[in-house]
C-alpha cells in the first residue's frame, strides 16, 4: 500500500530519530539547558553523561574507521555484477536516489548524485544489451508542494547517454523504496531484472523486489568501501580523525539497517 501524503511526511519526520546527527543535537541542547540550572549532585551526573554523549557521537560515530566497518557489512552482502555472464534479463531497474528543484542560481531541475550515478549505471548496462528495457523509477518525495520527479529527470538522463526513448519505462509515482518495487511490477509484472542501485541499499530495495515475485540479480554501483574485509589496508593517519562524510557514511548505514528490520518486520521482505 502506497502513503497517503500524511503518513509520508511521518514517515519522513521519524527518519530524524534514526540519525545520529539529530542525537547530537538532542544531547549537546540537553547539555547546554542543564549548564543554566542551578547545580546539584543529580545535575552534574548528567551533564557529565550528556557530555561524554556527545564526544561519543562525535569521535566514535564520526571515526572514518566506524562508518567504514558500517558500510562494509552492508555492501558486502551484494557482490559486484559479474561482467563476463552473457546471461540477458527481462529489464534493467534503476532506482532514483533524489532530484533538486529548480530556482534562481539552478536554472533546470537536476538529478543529485546518486541519482546520476546509477542512471549511468543502468544506460552502461542497457548499452551492453544486457535487457531490452530501462525501468527508471521514482517520483516526487517533497513533503510540502510539489517538486520534480526523479524519473523524469533520469530518462533525460538516459537519452542523452544513448538510450532510446521507446525502450524505457517510467514509473514517476513512487517515493519510497517499497513503493518502487510495486510500481515496477505495475510496469512488468514479474520476470527477471538487473536492480540498479547504491551498493548499501542493494540488501534492502533486493528483499523489497524478491517479495514482489521478482528475480532479482544485484548490479550495485556507488561503493563506498575498496577492500572487504581488508580495508586495514588502506588505512592512513586522516582515517583516525572524525570528519563529515564518515558521520554521513555511517548515518546511511545506520539508516539501510533500520529500514531493513523495519519492512523485514512489516512484512515487505
Not at 514509473?171 to 510496469?187: C, S, W
Not at 541499499?201 to 554501483?221: D, E, N, Y
Request: glycine letters at 10%.
Amino acid at each position: 500500500m502506497e502513503l497517503s501524503p500524511f503518513w509520508f511526511g511521518l514517515y519522513k519526520l521519524v527518519k530524524f530519530a534514526v540519525y545520529p546527527y539529530t542525537w547530537l543535537c538532542v544531547s549537546t541542547g540537553a547539555l547546554t539547558v542543564l549548564t543554566f540550572l542551578p547545580s546539584s549532585p543529580a545535575r552534574l551526573r548528567w551533564l557529565r553523561a550528556l557530555a561524554v554523549a556527545a564526544l561519543a557521537i562525535v569521535w566514535l560515530i564520526g571515526s572514518p574507521i566506524v562508518s567504514t566497518i558500517a558500510a562494509g557489512f552492508l555492501e558486502s552482502r551484494t557482490p559486484p555484477f559479474d561482467r563476463a555472464t552473457t546471461e540477458r534479463y527481462d529489464a534493467v531497474v534503476v532506482l532514483g536516489a533524489g532530484v533538486m528543484g529548480k530556482g534562481s542560481l539552478r536554472p533546470a531541475d537536476q538529478l543529485s548524485g546518486l541519482s546520476m550515478q546509477r542512471t549511468l549505471c543502468g544506460a552502461d548496462l542497457f548499452a551492453e544489451g544486457r535487457a531490452p528495457r530501462l525501468v527508471l523509477t521514482g517520483g516526487d518525495a517533497s513533503i510540502f508542494g510539489e517538486g520534480p520527479k526523479e524519473a523524469v529527470e533520469m530518462r533525460r538522463l538516459a537519452i542523452r547517454l544513448g538510450v532510446p526513448e521507446p525502450a524505457i519505462l517510467l514509473d514517476d509515482l513512487a517515493r519510497t523504496t517499497y513503493e518502487n518495487a510495486v510500481g515496477t511490477k505495475r510496469l512488468l509484472g514479474q520476470g527477471s531484472i538487473l536492480l540498479v542501485t547504491s551498493a548499501s541499499h542493494m540488501p534492502r530495495a533486493a528483499g523489497l523486489f524478491r517479495k514482489q515475485g521478482f528475480t532479482v540479480i544485484p548490479a550495485s554501483c556507488h561503493y563506498t568501501v575498496r577492500e572487504w574485509p581488508g580495508f586495514w589496508s588502506d588505512l592512513d593517519l586522516f582515517d583516525f580523525i572524525p570528519s563529515l562524510y564518515a558521520l554521513d557514511k555511517f548515518t546511511n548505514a545506520l539508516t539501510e539497517a533500520v529500514g531493513t528490520i523495519t519492512y523485514g518486520a512489516t512484512g515487505k521482505i
